[in-house]
């Protein structure tokens, strides 16, 4: 009997453990690598009239499709194209999938990209990116912003760690430490706040926050650093030394992305 007991309770704690994560968002980000001006706007053909209004069909009602802000003084060595495709669970983009295959309009209207020759490829490289979403913001958020999105500043940030176990470490440190609430509360207008289960540079978390132009970003971080909440948690020994690497990209959406 206390056998049966035993097993009862595993049983019960999987599917709450499953319950618990079907809660919470499942994240894809693609980051095309792109070296000339005919292949980006291939990509953005693409994107445009085929790849977003496919997703739109298939229940994903917001996707966010993104480029770099590059400094005016410096040529980028490549073009970038991120797009981020929220899900409800990891076995979206498998469902996702199985409905392109399916929906004869999609490859219509991206045959130039989905048919391409080898020796016109749309893209030098692809890039995927597969996140789960945090406890503590476990649902992709719209920004609340005013300015028209040419003007926007969106800022995605890469913390890597030197083990996974520190990297769970900075996570608990978004969560339990209380970082997301302070990000909250000084209004950064995040986007998502991620966990990267397959990607590049793990172990590391992924976050994209939001404004309204580069000098409200400024005044957001200089209210950041200032906050006396920030200064006691980032000085808390459990919390020292958690990140390796800090990679910025400042974003900016395009005129036909949805976030």
């Known amino acids: 009997m206390f056998k049966i007991y035993l097993v009862f309770i595993s049983f019960f704690s999987l599917l709450t453990l499953q319950s618990s994560a079907a809660q919470k968002d499942f994240y894809q980000l693609k980051v095309y690598h792109l070296k000339t001006v005919q292949q980006e706007e291939k990509v953005d053909t693409y994107l445009r009239q085929a790849y977003l209004p496919a997703l739109h069909r298939a229940g994903i009602a917001k996707v966010g499709v993104f480029k770099p802000i590059y400094p005016t003084d410096v040529a980028p060595t490549e073009k970038l194209i991120y797009v981020f495709i929220p899900f409800r669970s990891f076995d979206g983009i498998a469902k996702l999938e199985q409905q392109l295959v399916k929906d004869q309009t999609y490859h219509s209207d991206g045959k ?12 030098e490289r692809l890039e995927v990116i597969l996140m789960n979403a945090f406890d503590e913001h476990p649902k992709f958020t719209m920004p609340q912003l005013k300015a028209p999105l040419k003007d926007r500043v969106y ?24 970082e997301i609430s302070l990000f909250k509360r000084l209004n950064f207008n995040a986007v998502f706040y991620a ?3 397959a990607g590049s540079r793990m172990p590391n978390l992924m976050y994209l926050t939001t404004f309204e132009n580069k ?15 920030w200064k006691t948690l980032s000085a808390l020994p459990q919390y020292k030394n958690n990140v390796s690497k800090n990679d910025t990209k400042f974003i900016s959406p395009t005129d036909y992305s949805d976030i």
């Open 112 to 123: 130039a990209y989905l048919e391409a020759l080898y020796t016109e490829p749309p893209y």
């Open 215 to 229: 000098v409200d970003r400024d005044a957001h971080w200089k209210a950041f650093g200032a906050d006396a909440f």
């Open 155 to 178: 800022e995605l940030r890469s913390y890597e760690s030197h083990t996974e176990a520190i990297a769970k470490n900075k996570i608990e440190m978004f969560n339990k430490g209380g």
């Open 195 to 197: 966990e990267v289960v």
